[in-house]
């Protein structure tokens, strides 16, 4: 699907331009403490000129066809874009964890880490978390590695979603 940059871009957003807008495809998932599993996921990014943008995600578990099982994970913030190139992106979760991510962003590449994250008492304990972001002749790319619940830093999430 054809991708335009708005006409109000902040020029700091120019790395992370191609993100814009709404991607929808399917992941895996896998951690020593759970099951393997299956997810579908959508994430939003939208812009209004200001060096930021605000993201939206939500995924939803499948079955081995691809059937909806049931709602996961939510999560929303701000990426922040203080330069061009460098990036910091403020997530809250729906399962009572708020992150705080520094990073870099380059031709089509967006890589992340964790520099602090807070958790309510009744959530999972994460101490700390790796992303990246990738444009993959046209596709959404992304990893997830979490350290959690007394494991080390190892792959968690990974996914392939499309421009909608």
């Known amino acids: 699907m054809p991708f335009e940059l708005p006409q109000?871009?902040?020029?700091?957003?120019?790395?992370?331009?191609w993100l814009l807008g709404t991607w929808r495809g399917n992941g895996h998932g896998d951690y020593p403490t759970l099951e393997?599993?299956?997810?579908?996921?959508?994430?939003?990014?939208t812009h209004d000129g200001?060096?930021?943008?605000?993201?939206?995600a939500r995924a939803w578990i499948t079955?081995?066809?691809?059937g909806f099982v049931r709602d996961a994970a939510m999560e929303a913030g701000f990426l922040r874009c203080p330069e061009p190139g460098k990036v910091e992106l403020l997530l809250s979760h729906n399962t009572g964890i708020s992150e705080i991510w520094y990073g870099a962003a380059d031709a089509g590449k967006l890589e992340l880490h964790t520099a602090g994250v807070s958790f309510t008492e009744t959530a999972?304990?994460?101490?700390?978390?790796s992303r990246m972001y990738g444009n993959v002749d046209g596709?959404?790319?992304y990893a997830y590695d979490m350290a959690a619940v007394g494991q080390e830093l190892q792959p968690h999430l990974w996914a392939r979603l499309q421009r909608a």
């Open 63 to 66: 079955d081995a066809d691809g």
């Open 124 to 129: 999972k304990e994460v101490t700390a978390g």
């Open 50 to 56: 200001r060096p930021f943008f605000h993201y939206m």
């Open 36 to 45: 393997k599993f299956q997810y579908g996921q959508e994430l939003i990014f």
């Open 8 to 17: 109000n871009l902040h020029p700091n957003c120019g790395p992370v331009a």
């Open 139 to 141: 596709d959404l790319l």
